[in-house]
C-alpha cells in the first residue's frame, strides 16, 4: 500500500464519520427493520406455502434413504465423487480446507484495493465455488440432466463474475447491461421450466396408493397373503405339510398360523416381527426389505392386519370389509373369470402359479395365462370335463407330455373346498366366460344345457 493510497483511503474515513452514522440509533433502526421485513416474509411462508411433511417416521424400515436439508444437497452430491474409503476426503477435507481458507484470508489476501472491479482473481475463484455448488444442489435436487445443471451452473457463475467485476474490456455500456439481462432471462427461464417438470414427476409419484382403513388394508393384505405365504401356510393359515414348494424340503411340517394359540398369544408387533426377519433356521424366508425381502413396513402391516381382522375372533371385522369373501353361486349362476375364478385362483393358485415360480410355467394371474399357459396348455379347453385343470383340483393325477407326473392340485394333500371346485367346473362347462357380463348373459340360456349335459 503506497502513501498516497493510504491517504487516500483516511481522507474517506474521515468523511464517513463527518457524515455522522452512528451504531446507535442508526444501525440499529435499519437492522430492526430489515429484522421485522423477514419477520413478516416468515409468517407469510408459514401461512400459505406450509411445510410438506414427510411420511410418519418408521425405525423398523431399513430401505428409507435420509437426505440432508436442501442447502447441503451439494455436499452430498460431491461425496458421490469419491469411492467409500475416501468418503473422508470428501466430507471432512475438502470442505475443511475450504473453510481454513476463508479463515486465513486477512493473513494471506494482500491486496490493497477492496472494490471488486479490482480483485479478478478472488471475484473468479468465488464465482467458480458458487458454480459448482449451484450445480452439484441442481443435480442432487432435481430431475434435469446433469447436462442442463452444468449449464445453469456456468451461467450462474458468469452473471456474478460480469456483475462484480466490470472491467472486461469488450462487455461495457449498453453491450454490458444486455448480456447481462440476456443471462439473467435464460437463468430465469431454464429454472422455471425444470421445476416444471420436477413437480411434474413429484405429482406423478404422489398417485402412489397408500391404504388408508382397515377394509383396504384387508383386501391388499388378502392378495399380498395369498400371493407370498398360501403355498407354505395355506389358504387360511391352517398349515399342514408343505410339499411342492421350491426352497423348503418336502413334507415340512408347519403349525396352523390361524388358530386361536396363535391369535391370542402374538400381537401384532410379534406377527409383524416374523414375517420382516422370517423364521430362516425352520425354513421361513424373511419378508421385509431390510431382511432382503421383497416387501415393505406398510406392505407387512396389511397382511398382519388381513391376519387379524381374518383369523383373531377377538377382532371385530368392520362391516365395509365383510364382503371380500368370494362370493357363492347361485342356483344355474354362470361364473365369470372377473367375478368368481380370479378370487379363487388368488387365494388357491396364484401363490405357486404366478411370475418367479416355476410349476410347469402355468401363469394363473391372467385370463389368458389360464387358459394358454403351462408346458400342458391348455389346461383348460371349453366345456372340456377333462380339462388338465378340472381332474386335477379333483384328485385325479395325470401324465405330463413330458412323461412327468401332474400332481393333484393344490399338491399339499388339502384339496380346495368343494364350492371352489364347482365354480371351476361350472365356469369350464359354460364356455369360460371373462366378464361379469359376459357370464351374466349366458347364466339365463345355459343354465337348462347345463342340466342336460350328462356329467361323467
Ligand atoms: C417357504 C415356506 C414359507 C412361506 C412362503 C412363508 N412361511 Fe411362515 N413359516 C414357515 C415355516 C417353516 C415356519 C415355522 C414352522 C412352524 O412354526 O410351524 C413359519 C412360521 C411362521 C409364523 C410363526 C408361527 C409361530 O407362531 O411360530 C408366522 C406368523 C408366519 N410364518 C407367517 C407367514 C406369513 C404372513 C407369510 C407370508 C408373508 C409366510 N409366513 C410365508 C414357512 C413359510
Ligand atoms: C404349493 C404349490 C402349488 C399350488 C398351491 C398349486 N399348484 Fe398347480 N402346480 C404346482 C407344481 C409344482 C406343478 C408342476 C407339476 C407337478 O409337479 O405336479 C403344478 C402344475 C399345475 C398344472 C399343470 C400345468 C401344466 O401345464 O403342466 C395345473 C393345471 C395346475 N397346477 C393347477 C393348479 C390349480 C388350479 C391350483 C389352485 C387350485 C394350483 N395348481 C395350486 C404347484 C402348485
Not at 161 to 168: C, G, I, P, Q, R
Not at 290 to 310: C, D, K, Q
Request: glycine share 8%; proline share 6%.
Amino acid at each position: 500500500m503506497n502513501d498516497e493510497h493510504k491517504k487516500k483511503v483516511n481522507q474517506k474515513y474521515e468523511e464517513q464519520l463527518q457524515k455522522g452514522e452512528r451504531f446507535w440509533p442508526d444501525a440499529i433502526y435499519k437492522d430492526l427493520l430489515v429484522s421485522f421485513a423477514l419477520f413478516i416474509l416468515l409468517i407469510g411462508l408459514a401461512t400459505f406455502v406450509g411445510v410438506h411433511p414427510e411420511p410418519k417416521v418408521d425405525p423398523t424400515d431399513a430401505t428409507y434413504v435420509p437426505r440432508p436439508e436442501w442447502y447441503f444437497l451439494f455436499l452430498f452430491e460431491f461425496l458421490k465423487y469419491f469411492p467409500g474409503e475416501l468418503e473422508w476426503v470428501g466430507a471432512a477435507v475438502i470442505p475443511g480446507v475450504l473453510v481454513m481458507a476463508l479463515m486465513f484470508l486477512p493473513l494471506y489476501d494482500k491486496n490493497p484495493f477492496r472494490h471488486n472491479s479490482k480483485r479478478i482473481f478472488a471475484v473468479g475463484l468465488m464465482s467458480a465455488i458458487v458454480s459448482g455448488i449451484v450445480t452439484l444442489t441442481l443435480m442432487a435436487a432435481t430431475t434435469m440432466s446433469n447436462l442442463v445443471a452444468v449449464i445453469l451452473g456456468v451461467l450462474v457463475a458468469a452473471l456474478m463474475f460480469f456483475s462484480l467485476y466490470k472491467e472486461v474490456p469488450f462487455l461495457q455500456g449498453a453491450v454490458r447491461k444486455a448480456v447481462l439481462w440476456v443471462m439473467t432471462i435464460a437463468l430465469v427461464g431454464i429454472v422455471g421450466v425444470s421445476y416444471q417438470q420436477t413437480a411434474a414427476m413429484a405429482s406423478d409419484e404422489e398417485e402412489v396408493h397408500v391404504a388408508s382403513s382397515i377394509a383396504e388394508k384387508m383386501t391388499l393384505g388378502q392378495d399380498l397373503y395369498s400371493i407370498q405365504c398360501v403355498e407354505c401356510h395355506g389358504p387360511d393359515g391352517e398349515g399342514g405339510e408343505i410339499v411342492g414348494v421350491t426352497g423348503i424340503e418336502d413334507g415340512t411340517f408347519v403349525k396352523s398360523i390361524s388358530s386361536k394359540d396363535e391369535m391370542y398369544t402374538r400381537n401384532d408387533g410379534s406377527l409383524f416381527d416374523i414375517v420382516s426377519y422370517g423364521q430362516p433356521n425352520l425354513g421361513m424366508p424373511p419378508y421385509g426389505g431390510s431382511y432382503g425381502g421383497s416387501l415393505s413396513p406398510s406392505e407387512i402391516e396389511y397382511i398382519v392386519t388381513f391376519m387379524r381382522y381374518t383369523w383373531d375372533d377377538r377382532a371385530e371385522v368392520p362391516a365395509e370389509a365383510a364382503g371380500a369373501a368370494i362370493p357363492a353361486l347361485a342356483e344355474g349362476e354362470v361364473p365369470s373369470y372377473e367375478v368368481h375364478v380370479s378370487a379363487v385362483t388368488k387365494r388357491q393358485c396364484l401363490s405357486c402359479h404366478r411370475e418367479g415360480k416355476e410349476n410347469n410355467d402355468y401363469l394363473m394371474d391372467t385370463y389368458a395365462g389360464i387358459l394358454d399357459g403351462g408346458i400342458n396348455a391348455p389346461n383348460v379347453v371349453a366345456g372340456d370335463m377333462n380339462s388338465i385343470l378340472l381332474q386335477t383340483i379333483q384328485g385325479v393325477e395325470l401324465s405330463g407330455n413330458d412323461g412327468e407326473i401332474i400332481h393333484v392340485m393344490p399338491p399339499n394333500g388339502k384339496p380346495i373346498k368343494d364350492e371352489y371346485i364347482d365354480i371351476f367346473i361350472r365356469w369350464v362347462e359354460a364356455g369360460m366366460p371373462e366378464t361379469a357380463d359376459d357370464a351374466a348373459a349366458l347364466s339365463t340360456e345355459v343354465v337348462p344345457v347345463a342340466e342336460e349335459t350328462p356329467s361323467e
